[in-house]
Antibody, heavy 121, light 110 residues
Framework: QVQLQESGPGLVKPSETLSLTCSVSGDDSITKYSWSWIRQSPKKGVEWIGNIYNNGTTKYNPSLRSRVTMSVETSKNQISLKLKSVTTADTAVYYC??????????????WGQGTLVTVSS | QSVLTQPPSVSEAPRQRVTISCSGSNSNIGSNAVSWYQHLPGKAPKLLVYHDLLLPAGVPFRFSGSKSGTSAYLAITGLQSEDEADYFCAAWDASLNAWVFGGGTRVTVL
């Protein structure tokens, strides 16, 4: 059974960089799939941050593109997210999710439980 | 403000049927596949429906998805107490060049 677990600081100061890691277990190869970061907050609802494809190519939400970096550490089975210059509007529960293709369409077939990140001084 | 519009809540008695709507536009639901997710607080969201109406293995047949134009629907028949959860829809938006989601619907079993 595939399991995803997000981890990282629960509190980040404004203007600093938010850094999270998603650890993947039960999957034979992290490079077979694409991986998304998604966040949820009361104000903005569910928002897709971006994804990283199995060839390392990234695609970011245009609304966040200038501040986001994603990478994959295949030896550790981990995906990382960095969001710089955070503000209180970035306070949210952050999820990582696996993307898989079936019947020609992409779906998020596995998600982590999410980790709450609060931006506050 | 979510791009896809869902009712905030629906409620129904056990063994009854509920339908959740997800309204979008031509750039998302109107031209791309819709998926639905069940989310229990503190748990990982779970894929319920993909490609508008297909169920992944293990999802009870009480759940069904459909789509018409720029709206998608998730129906739950034979409602059970364990179905109390938040449900949200998702689709790729070709104009925004991003995945977009519904605001979520809380299902309450009376």
């Amino acid at each position: 059974q595939v399991q995803l677990q997000e981890s990282g600081p629960g509190l980040v100061k404004p203007s600093e960089t938010l850094s999270l890691t998603c650890s993947v277990s039960g999957d034979d190869s992290i490079t077979k799939y694409s991986w998304s970061w998604i966040r949820q907050s009361p104000k903005k609802g569910v928002e897709w941050i971006g994804n990283i494809y199995n060839n390392g190519t990234t695609k970011y939400n245009p609304s966040l593109r200038s501040r986001v970096t994603m990478s994959v550490e295949t030896s550790k089975n981990q995906i990382s997210l960095k969001l710089k210059s955070v503000t209180t509007a970035d306070t949210a529960v952050y999820y990582c999710a696996r993307e898989s293709v079936l019947t020609g369409v992409i779906r998020f077939d596995y998600w982590g439980q999410g980790t709450l990140v609060t931006v506050s001084s | 403000q979510s791009v896809l519009t869902q009712p905030p809540s629906v409620s129904e008695a056990p063994r009854q049927r509920v339908t959740i709507s997800c309204s979008g536009s031509n750039s998302n639901i109107g031209s791309n596949a819709v998926s639905w997710y069940q989310h229990l607080p503190g748990k990982a969201p779970k894929l319920l429906v993909y490609h508008d109406l297909l169920l992944p293995a293990g999802v009870p047949f009480r759940f069904s998805g459909s789509k018409s134009g720029t709206s998608a629907y998730l129906a739950i028949t034979g409602l059970q107490s364990e179905d109390e959860a938040d449900y949200f829809c998702a689709a790729w938006d070709a104009s925004l060049n991003a995945w977009v989601f519904g605001g979520g619907t809380r299902v309450t079993v009376l």
